[in-house]
């Protein structure tokens, strides 16, 4: 699913997936540019998140965190695969006070 999403969005080489380590349990996934630790059971909220810090990540460990390019990809990925409106996802977001760049790119899609 990783590597069909990461070509649907344009891109290549798409990161590494992986098993997240069984001492992980508070944790449902990670994710870095060259790399996605997912558990057995992953969500697809989840899963398009993991992906989002994947895209707003660096392969040098430079990362957006919950920043307001990871919201836009973020955003971007849940109205192309889970079909939310990107109005009220925005309006959500707007609302709670956290800043979104709705039109972004992939950080290393531009450089």
Known sequence: MVDVIWADMGLRYPPIVE??????TATMATATRLSLQLGAQTPS???LH???HAMSGTYDGQSDGHGPIFMGLYVQLLVRYLRLEKAQLLRSLDN??????????PVFADA
Request: proline share 14%; aromatic share 4%.
């Open 19 to 24: 098993p997240l380590p069984a001492q992980a």
């Open 45 to 47: 909220w989840c899963l």
């Open 50 to 52: 993991e992906l989002a």
């Open 96 to 105: 709670a006070g956290i800043s979104v760049l709705p039109e972004v790119s």
